[in-house]
């Protein structure tokens, strides 16, 4: 576990105790969200008790506060009181600002799951923050049999093929990659994006219009539920695949005549792509989907005339 603290992931959820998630932790903390929740509680508490001084605060408190609001039962004290120790902390106390929007972010969660959706939108921080009701948590899943060895090497010979244009060769890369996928019974949300994404890619470039729209609900199937509010390079592929299978699905049928509901319903789909985007975006990543919702746009105000 020292060695590579990713062996967590395959170690059964039983046998993940809290010494042994110590030591992963200890080694590297991205394998947190790989912690179970029976233990977790325990394994923060000794992580702030004895190793503080080897994490950051914000990742200890923040931590703690936001698996015990995704309990199958949120623990909304427990996680309360985590956001109000992040809140409290005066400057030099190493909580950050972000951390402190995080924090708030959190408590407003805990009052829309009250019942209180007015205090909510108080603690909202605004920008690129989601809604509360489009927040959705994760348990850690058990260990699958899975090559993971096999699978980087069709990732590597599709990533060959697509830049050589052999779309053909590449889709079944492809299909392969995503019948390793399904037969593990894998959640790897990264491994999917990845995969799902690139099929959608292929299937456009091949005019094969139905497997495209395939490819995008199963995207949107996979990955609309993950934790993208937590805005760090590991969800990127997940919101970037998002992005371009929503931004499909609401402009695939702009050239054909549709009636002012539908078009409704895609500038939504839309609306959802520009939604995972950062307010600092580069223009010439976002432009297309700008002008994409301005040509939708155009159109509902033409069937709504």
Same mark, same amino acid.
């Given at each position: 576990?020292?060695k590579?603290?990713?062996?967590?992931?395959?170690v059964?959820?039983?046998?993940r105790?809290?010494?042994l998630? #110590?030591?992963?932790?200890?080694?590297?903390?991205? #394998?947190?969200?790989?912690?179970?929740s029976?233990?977790?509680?325990?394994?923060?508490?000794r992580?702030?008790?004895?190793?503080a001084?080897?994490?950051?605060?914000?990742?200890?408190?923040?931590?703690?506060a936001?698996?015990? #609001?995704?309990r199958s039962?949120?623990?909304?004290?427990?996680?309360?009181?985590?956001?109000?120790?992040?809140?409290a902390?005066?400057?030099?106390?190493?909580?950050?600002?972000?951390?402190?929007a995080q924090?708030?972010?959190?408590?407003?969660?805990?009052h829309?799951?009250?019942? /209180?959706?007015a205090?909510?939108?108080?603690?909202?921080?605004?920008?690129?923050?989601?809604?509360?009701e489009?927040?959705?948590?994760?348990?850690?899943? /058990?260990?699958v049999?899975?090559?993971?060895?096999k699978?980087?090497?069709?990732?590597?010979?599709?990533?060959?093929?697509?830049?050589?244009?052999?779309?053909?060769?590449?889709?079944?890369? #492809?299909?392969?990659?995503e019948?390793?996928l399904a037969?593990?019974?894998?959640?790897?949300?990264?491994?999917?994006?990845?995969?799902?994404?690139?099929?959608r890619?292929?299937?456009?470039?091949?005019?094969?219009?139905d497997l495209? /729209?395939?490819?995008?609900?199963?995207i949107?199937?996979?990955?609309?539920?993950?934790?993208?509010w937590?805005?760090?390079a590991?969800? /990127?592929?997940?919101?970037?695949?998002?992005?371009?299978?929503?931004f499909?699905?609401?402009?695939?049928?702009?050239?054909? =005549?549709?009636?002012?509901?539908?078009?409704k319903a =895609?500038?939504a789909?839309?609306?959802?792509?520009?939604?995972?985007f950062?307010?600092?975006?580069?223009? =010439?990543?976002?432009?297309?989907?700008?002008?994409?919702?301005?040509?939708?746009?155009?159109?509902?105000?033409?069937?709504?005339?």
């Amino acid at each position: 576990m020292k060695k590579d603290p990713a062996n967590l992931a395959l170690v059964p959820l039983a046998q993940r105790s809290v010494d042994l998630c #110590v030591v992963a932790l200890l080694a590297s903390e991205t #394998v947190e969200c790989d912690v179970p929740s029976p233990v977790h509680r325990a394994v923060f508490e000794r992580l702030i008790a004895r190793h503080a001084g080897d994490f950051e605060p914000g990742f200890l408190y923040l931590s703690r506060a936001e698996r015990a #609001v995704c309990r199958s039962m949120p623990e909304i004290d427990a996680a309360m009181a985590n956001c109000a120790t992040v809140r409290a902390r005066k400057a030099g106390s190493g909580f950050t600002r972000d951390d402190k929007a995080q924090a708030r972010f959190v408590q407003g969660y805990c009052h829309f799951l009250r019942g /209180e959706p007015a205090r909510a939108a108080r603690l909202h921080p605004g920008g690129d923050w989601p809604a509360y009701e489009d927040v959705h948590f994760d348990e850690p899943s /058990e260990p699958v049999d899975f090559n993971k060895g096999k699978f980087d090497t069709i990732m590597r010979d599709l990533d060959r093929l697509t830049q050589a244009r052999d779309y053909r060769r590449a889709l079944a890369a #492809v299909e392969a990659g995503e019948r390793m996928l399904a037969d593990a019974g894998s959640r790897d949300a990264c491994f999917w994006a990845q995969v799902l994404d690139k099929k959608r890619f292929l299937a456009y470039e091949l005019g094969e219009w139905d497997l495209n /729209e395939t490819a995008c609900h199963q995207i949107i199937e996979r990955l609309q539920h993950q934790d993208l509010w937590l805005f760090s390079a590991f969800m /990127e592929p997940l919101r970037a695949a998002l992005r371009s299978a929503w931004f499909r699905l609401g402009t695939m049928h702009a050239g054909a =005549d549709r009636s002012a509901g539908e078009l409704k319903a =895609d500038l939504a789909l839309i609306d959802k792509a520009l939604a995972l985007f950062y307010s600092d975006e580069d223009d =010439d990543v976002i432009a297309p989907f700008k002008e994409g919702r301005a040509t939708v746009r155009a159109l509902l105000d033409a069937a709504s005339a």
